[in-house]
């Protein structure tokens, strides 16, 4: 059973267009997580959730919005997509906040917009 | 601002050696270092950490090894063995506030092992 799943693996869209990217863990932990890896191979968070609660809110523009209906899924909108939105966006969760969690990555969305 | 680095972008090793793979980082204020395996296509899977108190932590083929007054990481994998060859990327926490804890990625280290 996969641990965390993201859907869909491949987003291929064009600018200006909403898209919205799903992730489930499966794993009963309290913490949630957006992380984006873009051209430059850098993985830099972008969201954490704990509890369904906002707790990390990196400097992403406000394009990008989070929303967690229960603790088990953080999915991720994107309105009005730019070419630079294009990047590989990981999910991930860990029990909870602590500095000594693991964190448990997704399989990865490849967004590319045209 | 890269506050945790990793210089080399790529390492090739012979099957049966010993690959070291390095990092650097500026923030004084991580106290916790994780390493972190990627595969094509897949998410980074956790690999091994150590704690800012340690010097030194084992896991099998894995060793990290942390020098806290030089800033610097190296993880030594041996034997490497070609199922190794992956991308690493070095991570260190810092706290973010809240009660929260944020990793902080290097660029990773693509590593092949060859047979």
């Known amino acids: 059973d996969t641990a965390v799943s993201q859907t869909p693996k491949y987003l291929v869209t064009q600018m200006g267009n909403d898209k919205s990217i799903k992730c489930e863990q499966n794993l009963g932990h309290d913490t949630m997580y957006w992380y984006k890896q873009d051209s430059k191979k850098f993985l830099k968070i972008m969201f954490s959730?704990?509890?369904?609660?906002?707790?990390i809110n990196e400097t992403v523009p406000n394009r990008f919005s989070p929303k967690s209906p229960d603790k088990a899924h953080l999915n991720l909108h994107i309105n009005s997509l730019e070419l630079g939105d294009s990047a590989v966006y990981f999910c991930?969760?860990?029990?909870?906040?602590?500095?000594?969690?693991?964190?448990?990555f997704g399989p990865g969305t490849r967004l590319l917009v045209l | 601002d890269q506050q945790v680095k990793q210089n080399s972008p790529s390492l090739s090793v012979q099957e049966g050696r010993i690959s070291i793979l390095n990092c650097d980082y500026t923030n004084s204020m991580f106290d916790y270092f994780l390493w972190y395996k990627k595969y094509p296509a897949e998410g980074p899977t956790f690999l091994i950490s150590i704690s800012s108190i340690k010097d030194k932590n084992e896991d099998g083929r894995f060793t990290v090894f942390l020098n806290k007054s030089a800033k610097h990481l190296s993880l030594h994998i041996v034997p490497s063995q070609p199922g190794d060859s992956a991308v690493y990327f070095c991570?260190?926490?810092?706290?973010?506030?809240?009660?929260?804890?944020?990793?902080?990625f290097g660029k990773g280290t693509k590593l092949s092992v060859i047979p």
């Open positions: 959730y704990n509890n369904k609660e906002l707790i």
């Open positions: 991930a969760s860990s029990q909870d906040l602590g500095p000594r969690e693991t964190q448990y």
């Open positions: 991570a260190a926490t810092s706290y973010s506030g809240a009660g929260s804890y944020q990793l902080t």
